[in-house]
T-cell receptor
Framework: EAQVTQNPRYLITVTGKKLTVTCSQN?????MSWYRQDPGLGLRQIYY???????DKGDVPEGYKVSRKEKRNFPLILESPSPNQTSLYFC????????????FGPGTRLTVL | AQTVTQSQPEMSVQEAETVTLSCTYD???????LFWYKQPPSRQMILVIR??????QNATENRFSVNFQKAAKSFSLKISDSQLGDAAMYFC??????????????FGKGTKLTVNP
């Protein structure tokens, strides 16, 4: 089944404790992206990747890191999480670019205490 | 910077009726893409419909259609014969034209649609 998977689905952590949210797709997509969703703010793009070893900032990259060492994986790293990073995070992928249909993962609910 | 505005935080419709969700955007570009995404209570984001700015014909997908007014920078979504399964958050999104290596997507804040039986 073609899908985007994220792990973990739920995470509660404390300020300053490094964490990684994994994202994997099995559709051989080149484009991958991370978004955060906050009430009243909609979705905002954090980082995106056009292909392996090619990443770029979205609108809210501060406090996040990404890497794209393999085509299928695009992990989101929070080196020192803070409470303002409490949010719902989505990973998405598309064949080559945003003109292609984006497929979203199920979301990761992150709480930083 | 491009912005996307959804002026209706919440809307409701009776089952089988028609509802229109509004979206306006701000851009100085002429060639871009617009999207409507649906997020049901399951939180799964699903693409509903897309519109390429250089195409004058309004996009249609079954019961979903758009009214794209390029000069007015308006991109509304019409849902015909509303069904209970249409209840969801709906997000309008804008993608700038290719070029400059940027491939960003800008979302509106969303409209929560309730469908009443």
């Amino acid at each position: 089944e073609a899908q985007v998977t994220q792990n973990p689905r739920y995470l509660i952590t404390v300020t300053g404790k490094k964490l990684t949210v994994t994202c994997s797709q099995n559709m051989n997509h080149e484009y991958m992206s991370w978004y955060r969703q906050d009430p009243g703010l909609g979705l905002r793009q954090i980082y995106y990747s056009m292909n392996v070893e090619v990443t770029d900032k979205g609108d809210v990259p501060e406090g996040y890191k990404v890497s794209r060492k393999e085509k299928r994986n695009f992990p989101l790293i929070l080196e020192s999480p803070s409470p303002n990073q409490t949010s719902l995070y989505f990973c998405a992928s598309s064949l080559r670019s945003l003109t292609d249909t984006q497929y979203f993962g199920p979301g990761t609910r992150l709480t930083v205490l | 910077a491009q912005t996307v505005t959804q002026s209706q935080p919440e809307m409701s419709v009776q089952e089988a009726e028609t509802v229109t969700l509004s979206c306006t955007y701000d851009t100085s570009e002429s060639d871009y893409y617009l999207f409507w995404y649906k997020q049901p209570p399951s939180r799964q984001m699903i693409l509903v419909i897309r519109q390429e700015a250089y195409k004058q014909q309004n996009a249609t997908e079954n019961r979903f259609s758009v009214n794209f007014q390029k000069a007015a920078k308006s991109f509304s979504l019409k849902i015909s014969d509303s069904q209970l399964g249409d209840a969801a958050m709906y997000f309008c999104a804008y993608r700038p034209p290719l070029g400059g290596g940027s491939e960003k997507l800008v979302f509106g804040k969303g409209t929560k649609l309730t469908v009443n039986p």
